[in-house]
C-alpha cells in the first residue's frame, strides 16, 4: 500500500479558493485510482472526486464546475483545486488510494488513506 501525506488546507473567505495536495510513497503510484473524500464536524463521510488510473475524472454534484482533481504519476502526487469555495464546503479532507475505481466511487475505499487536512470557509 502506499502512505498518503495531505498539505494545502487553511481559512479562505467564501468565494476564494484553495488546493489541496496529497504526497504518495512507493513506486506503485500510477497502478492506484485516487480520490478525496470530505467529513465535516457531526457529519457522515461524503465523496467530493475521483480520478482514475488514466485520467478520468469524478465529481459530486455538489462539487461539480467548482472543483478539480488532476493527478501527476511522475511527481506521485494527487491535487483538488477548489473555486468558489463557500461555507459549507467546511470540513477536513481525506485522500485516498485504492486499486479500485468503484470502491472510490462508491463511498466504500478500502485502501490506503491520509491522516486529513482542514478546510475551512467563512462567510
Known amino acids: 500500500q502506499v502512505q498518503l501525506v495531505e498539505s494545502g488546507g487553511g481559512l479562505v473567505q467564501a468565494g476564494g479558493s484553495l488546493r489541496l495536495s496529497c504526497a504518495a510513497s512507493g513506486r506503485t503510484f500510477s497502478r492506484y485510482a485516487m480520490g478525496w473524500f470530505r467529513q465535516a464536524p457531526g457529519k457522515e463521510r461524503e465523496f467530493v472526486a475521483a480520478i482514475s488510473l488514466g485520467g478520468t475524472t469524478y465529481y459530486a454534484d455538489s462539487v461539480k464546475g467548482r472543483f478539480t482533481i488532476s493527478r501527476d504519476n511522475a511527481k506521485n502526487t494527487v491535487s483538488l483545486q477548489m473555486n468558489s469555495l463557500k461555507p459549507e464546503d467546511t470540513a477536513n479532507y481525506y485522500c485516498?488510494?485504492?486499486?479500485?475505481?468503484?470502491?472510490?466511487?462508491?463511498?466504500?475505499?478500502?485502501?490506503?488513506w491520509g491522516q486529513g487536512t482542514q478546510v475551512t470557509v467563512s462567510s
Open positions: 485516498v488510494a485504492d486499486q479500485a475505481l468503484y470502491s472510490i466511487l462508491s463511498g466504500r475505499p478500502t485502501g490506503s
